[in-house]
């Protein structure tokens, strides 16, 4: 079965900071990689995926992730964070089946 | 528009009532699944469907049945329920592109 590990439980940066949320799974075979963004009181939304190819993946709002499959990693990074990206943050993980593993979650705090 | 309808929105139960979450979904997608989301714990899967008729146990199932009938629709239900299950519940589906689609949730507090 496959798991996902978020280290950072809250993160707090100033508006122009850089970021960059680490993401670990553990699955055996082909991995598909998700990061879904939570604002507050709302459904998940998808930020950006990966299934193959370049391991450099651009997603929406100026979010990018990078696949390193030797260290089972897919950190979520964005150059220069703005206050309206507070949120809470989670990376998931598929594996040969459909069912999503998520990790337990980033909430996000930007201050203006 | 298409989506994921989840419904109730809000919903306050007393220890050991029933009830039933709906879940429907108007994009003939195939799979559909429950989760269950609490602080610090991100999202735990209770129940899955591959298709009708076909459903299957996630990661918290106790406490907690469902039922696949057509493909629209997926409903998770509550037989007694606990203080222990209040929590927001997301309904999501995907075909097989991996494409989820989430619902909107369900509050439920249990007193």
């Known amino acids: 079965a496959q798991s996902v590990s978020q280290h950072n439980h809250h993160v707090i940066l100033s508006e122009a900071a850089s970021l960059e949320l680490g993401c670990n799974y553990s699955?055996?075979?082909?991995?598909?990689l998700f990061w879904y963004v939570q604002y507050p009181g709302q459904h998940l939304q998808l930020l950006l995926k990966?299934?193959?190819?370049?391991?450099l993946v651009k997603g929406i709002k100026g979010f990018e992730a990078e696949f390193i499959k030797s260290k089972f990693s897919f950190n979520l990074r964005k150059p220069s964070v703005q206050w309206s990206d507070t949120a809470e943050y989670f990376c998931?993980?598929?594996?040969?089946?459909?069912?999503?593993?998520f990790g337990s979650g980033t909430q996000l705090t930007v201050l203006p | 528009n298409a989506g994921v309808t989840q419904t109730p929105k809000f919903q306050v139960l007393k220890t050991g009532q029933s009830m039933t979450l709906q879940c429907a979904q108007d994009?003939?997608?195939?799979?559909m699944s429950w989760y269950r989301q609490d602080p610090g714990m991100g999202l735990r899967l209770i129940h899955y469907?591959?298709?009708?008729?076909?459903?299957d146990q996630g990661e918290v199932p106790n406490g907690y049945n469902v039922s696949r009938s057509t493909t629209e629709d997926f409903p998770l239900r509550l037989l007694s329920a606990a203080p222990s299950q209040t929590s927001v519940y997301f309904c999501?589906?995907?075909?097989?592109?991996?494409?989820?689609?989430f619902g909107s949730g369900t509050r439920l507090t249990v007193v």
């Open positions: 999501a589906s995907t075909g097989y592109n991996y494409g989820y689609t």
């Open positions: 699955y055996g075979g082909t991995v598909n």
């Open positions: 990966y299934f193959s190819g370049d391991p």
């Open positions: 998931a993980v598929t594996g040969s089946a459909r069912q999503l593993t």
């Open positions: 994009m003939n997608h195939e799979y």
């Open positions: 469907s591959v298709g009708a008729g076909i459903t």
